[in-house]
């Protein structure tokens, strides 16, 4: 009866997480997995460790040794910042330390960011750079997106989580868009009296 329970339940589960994946596209889809894994505690397979049993199951059945190539998983920042659409250098912070929190290689992730990590990943996301970069990190906090960590550290709060998450791209940022005008009505001058014209040819 337990048994029956659980696979109710996973089947339940796996339908719910299936139908909110339907509507994103297939590098998000990576993204919300990596992240939602990575809330629950849940560890991932390594591409190479995939590769491996690939490889060792498919040598057993045609009798070579040649390695299976490896699952390419990773999503660099760059690509990150072309599906976000960062508008702002506080909502290109955001992204870059959800980048560096949940989907960075693990070699190289970490909970916290500075301004050196903004100016590396500014570059190689090719976000321009702001004059006072070393600024963007305290007022990204003044937003609310970000909480004090070590001195010139700085954590990605749940504000900064969920715009990335949740708010970018902004629908207002589609490129390609213009944004309409408001037409401006002429002020027509009102024609003169039949009066001020019977006056005006007296004078004359």
Do not use: W
């Not at 139908?19 to 993204?31: F, V």
């Not at 560890?43 to 040598?59: K, T």
Request: charged fraction near 20%.
């Amino acid at each position: 009866m337990v048994d029956e329970l659980n696979a109710k339940s996973l089947g339940q589960a796996i339908d719910e997480i299936a139908q909110a994946l339907q509507g994103l596209s297939e590098a998000n889809r990576a993204i919300a997995i990596r992240a939602a894994c990575d809330y629950m505690g849940v560890a991932l397979p390594q591409p190479a460790a995939i590769a491996g049993e690939d490889a060792h199951s498919s040598s057993q059945e045609v009798g070579t040794s040649a390695p299976a190539p490896a699952l390419q998983t990773h999503i660099d920042i760059r690509s990150l910042k072309l599906q976000k659409q960062p508008a702002t250098s506080l909502e290109m912070a955001c992204v870059v330390a959800y980048y560096l929190q949940s989907i960075a290689p693990p070699a190289t992730r970490k909970a916290t960011v500075t301004a050196s990590d903004l100016d590396t990943f500014f570059r190689q996301g090719d976000f321009p750079l702001p004059m006072r970069l070393a600024q963007v990190l305290p007022d990204a906090k003044s937003a609310g997106y970000f909480d004090s960590a070590e001195r010139g550290s700085y954590k990605l709060n749940p504000v900064g989580h969920n715009l990335v998450v949740h708010g970018l791209p902004r629908s207002s940022a589609v490129p390609g868009t213009k944004t309409k005008r408001p037409r401006t009505t002429a002020v027509r001058k009102k024609a003169p009296s039949l009066k001020t014209r019977v006056q005006k040819r007296r004078r004359t």
